[in-house]
């Protein structure tokens, strides 16, 4: 049986839940909300304004049969600080949010392949700058949630394998959390972006969806049931590495003919310096970026545009697979490679019931979102400490 300092937690929680979107409420109002009497929720607020966690927000306005007007009560945003980052393959990026969730400043630092411990101390000087630019001590945070792009058993904070960064085995929660201090966890880039999306993205209110990363890598975030699938070791929905050419190129991942061989970053500008070499007629070179192959496609470069509707082609023919197993309401498709728009994605929806149960079909769509990776990882760090 539950004792009494174990159901005055739970109901104290259940109040800072309550409280955490930002609104302020009166006493009555969260007495009818909770269903718990009006002393006990007397009592549980006074002793949150006390630590700093929810502070006096005015008067209200009076109720429909007269009466006095109610004092109000909000969550405190600089009760607590929380940390982002998201350990990409070139950059990586971090975010100084409040107690809320929302972002006060950002910023950046080239990531460390081969070398993951170099990478998380690289870290400190950058989020004590963020930090600064945010108006926050860095004594303020609370907790860090890390997003990378990698394999990860989030149990753990293992990174699993992350072929881009040459990690393998990488104990990243420890690492950061001895480096920066402050409990961490630790998540796959793409689930971390599913739990942005669903928060303020293309899947806000939908409750079963899947959010394809398309960068160096593809990788997908599971929700279903409104709650993110990571599978019994961290990996569920890497639909990146299913094959869809037995005789295609080598993966990363030491497969062959994977998704992501075709439909990543690297997959497109392998076809494009290949067709290069083969001479065909193009403004491109074997040694163009992806904003060269981005800009040339948009002028009617035919190798460029070629390479986009392969890999849309083949990112369709991967999100085949997903409909058939998950049959989500939605996809929704971000990243980098995401900024080809209609041409990644014509190819994909074209794709799609080539290889796919027609009653499977569902809603494909570009994310809305610049930064999920890192939005993600906001919120996986809010929701990793409770006050």
């Not at 969260?30 to 006096?56: F, W, Y």
């Not at 070179?285 to 002028?299: E, G, R, Y």
């Not at 041409?343 to 796919?356: D, F, G, H, M």
Request: glycine share 12%.
């Amino acid at each position: 049986m539950a004792g009494p300092r174990y159901v005055r937690q739970v109901n104290r929680q259940l109040m800072v839940e309550l409280f955490s979107d930002g609104e302020p409420r009166s006493r009555a109002a969260v007495a009818r909300a909770t269903g718990l009497a009006k002393p006990s929720v007397s009592a549980i607020i006074d002793s949150l304004i006390d630590e700093g966690v929810l502070i006096t927000a005015g008067v209200g306005e009076a109720g429909d049969v007269g009466g006095r007007r109610p004092n109000l009560v909000a969550f405190n945003p600089d009760a607590r600080a929380h940390l982002g980052i998201h350990l990409g393959v070139e950059r990586s990026s971090v975010a100084i949010a409040d107690a809320l969730g929302r972002t006060l400043a950002q910023g950046s630092v080239a990531s460390s392949a081969g070398d993951p411990e170099r990478g998380v101390k690289n870290l400190r000087a950058v989020i004590r700058r963020t930090a600064s630019r945010a108006g926050v001590p860095v004594e303020r945070i609370a907790s860090a949630g890390v997003s990378v792009a990698g394999l990860v058993d989030h149990r753990n904070g293992h990174c699993v394998l992350a072929p881009n960064l040459e990690w393998r085995d990488v104990p990243l929660r420890e690492l950061v959390e001895h480096h920066l201090e402050v409990p961490a966890v630790v998540y796959n880039e793409a689930h971390a972006g599913a739990l942005a999306e669903q928060a303020n993205g293309a899947a806000d209110g939908v409750q079963s969806f899947v959010r394809l990363n398309v960068g160096y890598g593809v990788g997908s975030g599971v929700v279903l049931e409104s709650r993110l699938y990571c599978g019994s070791t961290g990996i569920g929905g890497e639909v990146g590495h299913c094959c869809i050419d037995p005789n295609g190129r080598q993966c990363a991942c030491g497969n062959r003919g994977c998704v992501e061989t075709v439909a990543a970053r690297p997959g497109i500008l392998r076809t494009v310096a290949e067709a290069t070499r083969d001479g065909a007629r193009t403004s491109l070179t074997p040694d163009s970026d992806f904003d060269d192959v981005l800009t040339a496609a948009h002028n009617g470069d035919e190798v460029a545009t070629r390479a986009l509707h392969d890999a849309g082609t083949g990112l369709g023919r991967g999100i085949a697979y997903l409909l058939n197993v998950l049959n989500p309401e939605r996809v929704v498709i971000g990243g980098p490679v995401a900024a080809a728009g209609d041409l990644l994605l014509n190819a994909a929806r074209k794709a799609i019931p080539q290889t796919s149960l027609r009653q499977a079909a569902c809603d494909v769509e570009l994310s809305p979102l610049s930064d999920a990776e890192v939005d993600g990882a906001v919120i996986l760090a809010r929701s990793h400490v409770g006050f």
